[in-house]
């Protein structure tokens, strides 16, 4: 059984900093497309960040040169580095395993930045 599970969401103010976690089983981590993703209130679910099995990324344009992710591939684990953050970050963020027609999700963790 595939499982997602996003931690390290919270509480942070306008400029500060903030790292998520989410941890991978059921699959075979290395091989998949690993992303994550964000839903505003009120809002469509949207792309934040990708890393291939690789380790090629592509980030939204909102986030780049902010945000940074990363795989630890023996720990089955994806990051996502957020920094500078600002209000309209506040969102569920989460996280996602791709690989073909495969595709599976987390459960959210939520992101608020205000002060």
């Known amino acids: 059984q595939v499982q997602l599970v996003e931690s390290g969401g919270g509480l942070v103010q306008p400029g500060g900093s903030l790292r998520l976690s989410c941890a991978a089983s059921?699959?075979?981590?290395?091989?998949?497309?690993l992303g994550w993703y964000r839903q505003a209130p009120g809002k469509q679910r949207e792309l934040v960040a990708t890393i291939t099995s690789r380790g090629s990324t592509m980030y939204a344009h909102s986030v780049k040169d902010r945000f940074t992710i990363s795989r630890d591939n023996a720990k089955n684990t994806v990051y996502l580095q957020m920094n500078s953050l600002k209000p309209e970050d506040t969102a569920v963020y989460y996280c996602?395993?791709?690989?073909?027609?495969?595709?599976?999700w987390g459960q959210g963790t939520l992101v608020t930045v205000s002060s």
């Open positions: 059921g699959i075979i981590f290395s091989a998949y497309r």
């Open positions: 996602n395993a791709h690989e073909g027609i495969f595709d599976a």
